[in-house]
């Protein structure tokens, strides 16, 4: 019997970069995000005898995915062990198909891991809360928590296991634009970028004072429905996440050229009176933020720059179906 269940990626409006503790990723700083209606990976877990198996769109992953998958696959079977459950020394054969660009900055870890916990927790009978699958899903890959949630989520940063999870926060109706520059796989992972920030830029410690205060003015433009306020904070506070990772040594970019070129057009449609924000994750794509009525208008306006996607809010994770 499969559990199958299916997640959307998110991007985050106030970034998570940097963790407090590597092993259970707690972040250094709250985050907040939109989940993307598009994009979506769908994964089923069977409960298996010998070796757990990953096969990734079709093809059996290599041993660095298939290895993440396992020590994932650990924590959900600790928590089977601790709940009693029988299941909890099986392996698992997982398949995920993702519909969106693996690796590319556009969050397919998140909607990966979103997935693989959501079934997961089924195959192994565990019964757990939307918070508790958050907990569960930060394990794999910390930005995967805000993916259970609908529409808008806040990931709190807490200080332990219980208390870093996500939650939904309401925020006005918004549209996203993706700009993909660049579909190869990035060179430094978001998890080493991390360490290497930590590591080597002078500018950590500034970085995550910022990130605790942006983060509160965003839960405020939210609450006040102020669309301008959470597209200025969105932008100013991507830069920041992009300076202090550019200060590393040795440096790490992950915007290309091209992306600049983006955020200049972007910079130009306001000055038009289109009003729209951008953001980036770790690798060159950009993510426009704008109003749904004007994201034709946005969309149109950055075509020549890379493929472009149209997203709104989109669903949390969840079962699809239990053959
Ligand atoms: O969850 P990870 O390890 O893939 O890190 C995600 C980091 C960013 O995408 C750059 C920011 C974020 O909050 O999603």
Redo the contacts with the bound molecule.
């Keep these: 019997m499969a559990s199958i269940a299916r997640a959307h990626p998110n991007i ?1 409006l106030v ?3 940097g963790k407090a503790n590597d092993e259970l990723i707690i972040p250094v700083a709250g ?1 907040m ?1 939109m989940t993307l209606d598009q994009f979506a990976t769908t994964t089923s877990v069977e409960l298996a005898t010998g070796n757990d198996t990953f096969e990734l769109n079709g093809t059996t992953a290599d041993a660095k995915a298939t290895g993440r998958t396992t020590a994932f696959l650990d924590v959900v079977r600790s928590l089977a062990a601790e709940a009693g459950l029988d299941t909890a020394e099986a392996h698992a054969k997982v398949v995920s198909t993702n519909e969106g660009p693996t690796a590319a900055g556009m ?1 397919s ?2 909607s990966g891991f979103a997935a693989l916990a959501t079934a997961a927790a089924h195959a192994y009978g565990l019964d757990l809360s939307v918070k508790d699958l958050s907990r569960l899903a930060r394990r794999g ?4 928590l805000r993916s259970l949630i609908d529409r808008f989520a806040v990931w709190h940063a807490g200080t332990s296991d219980e208390t870093s999870y996500a939650e939904a926060i309401s925020a006005p109706d918004m549209a996203m634009v993706s700009v993909t520059v660049n579909t190869q796989a990035k060179k430094v992972s ?2 080493d970028g991390m360490v290497a920030t930590r590591e080597t830029s002078p500018f950590y410690q500034a970085w995550i004072d910022t990130t605790v205060t942006t983060l509160n003015e965003m839960i405020a433009a939210c609450a006040a429905e102020d669309f301008t306020r959470i597209g200025q904070i969105t932008e100013t506070h991507a830069h920041r996440m992009h300076a202090v990772i550019n200060a590393t040594h040795p440096p790490i970019r992950y915007l290309a050229p091209v992306s600049w070129q983006v955020f200049e057009e972007v910079t130009a449609m306001r000055d038009d009176g289109l009003e729209a924000y951008a953001t980036a ?2 690798g060159p794509n950009v993510v426009i933020i704008c109003r749904p009525t004007d994201a034709d208008a946005v969309a149109q306006r950055v075509a020549t720059f890379g493929q472009v996607n149209t997203f709104l809010p989109g669903p949390g994770a969840h079962l699809v179906d239990v053959a």
């Excluded at 890959?141 to 995967?144: D, E, I, N, Q, V």
């Design positions: 985050a970034k998570y970069w985050s995000s969050a870890s998140a890959s910390g930005s995967a978001s998890r994750d770790a």
